[in-house]
């Protein structure tokens, strides 16, 4: 993430509370990281801004992006998501997003749950991810998926070392190795 984020964000009204208190932070709860891959690929193709002010409006739209409630959505729910004009609304994206939700939940079996699925796979280079990612997941390119990883504190460059935030994670020992 480049140095003007971080100097941008810190007080910004609408990207201070996740720079300052999710983003780069390390994730294992399945719900949290299932709504930021989500997240994620709602934001191809627009600014993060625009996620930021609809992410409540989406947590409300997706059941707060339980995995178990959005894997069973159907055609109906495909509709209503894509009629709710307090969203993002792409097709593609919302279907990415209900068959993603099944992979996670396969993922509980075969690997323990998704946060274990990225433990058991870490540390990777982004290309590594990145093809790992879209063997995986739908909708998810290299910019999504470098963006979800750095949210996450698997990937560095979330902060800028001079960066208050960078600063609180490194004193706290929260810097994932490749940070």
């Known amino acids: 993430m480049t140095r003007s984020y971080c100097e941008m964000a810190i007080n910004n009204p609408v990207h201070a509370v996740y720079h300052?208190?999710?983003y780069g932070?390390?994730?294992?709860?399945?719900?949290?990281?299932?709504?930021?891959?989500c997240l994620e690929i709602m934001q191809a193709g627009l600014s993060w801004e625009i996620v930021l002010k609809k992410r409540a409006a989406l947590n409300?739209?997706?059941?707060?992006?339980?995995?178990?409630?959005?894997?069973?959505?159907?055609?109906?729910?495909?509709?209503?998501?894509?009629?709710?004009?307090s969203i993002i609304r792409n097709r593609r994206k919302i279907?990415?997003?209900?068959?993603?939700?099944?992979?996670?939940?396969?993922?509980?079996?075969?690997?323990?749950?998704?946060g274990k699925?990225?433990?058991?796979?870490?540390?990777?280079?982004?290309?590594?991810?990145?093809k790992l990612f879209k063997k995986t997941f739908k909708f998810t390119g290299g910019e999504i998926v470098g963006e979800f990883l750095m949210?996450?504190?698997?990937?560095?460059?979330?902060?800028?070392?001079?960066?208050p935030v960078y600063k609180e994670l490194k004193q706290a020992g929260?810097?994932?190795a490749c940070s």
């Open 60 to 85: 409300v739209a997706f059941d707060g992006f339980d995995p178990d409630k959005v894997a069973a959505y159907g055609a109906q729910d495909v509709d209503r998501l894509l009629s709710d004009v």
């Open 95 to 114: 279907e990415a997003i209900i068959a993603n939700a099944s992979i996670v939940i396969g993922m509980r079996d075969a690997h323990g749950g998704l």
């Open 174 to 176: 929260k810097l994932s």
């Open 25 to 37: 932070f390390p994730v294992s709860d399945e719900r949290v990281l299932f709504e930021r891959l």
């Open 117 to 130: 699925w990225l433990e058991g796979n870490y540390p990777k280079e982004k290309a590594d991810w990145v």
């Open 151 to 163: 949210s996450i504190g698997l990937l560095p460059g979330a902060h800028w070392d001079g960066c």
């Open 20 to 22: 300052n208190t999710e």
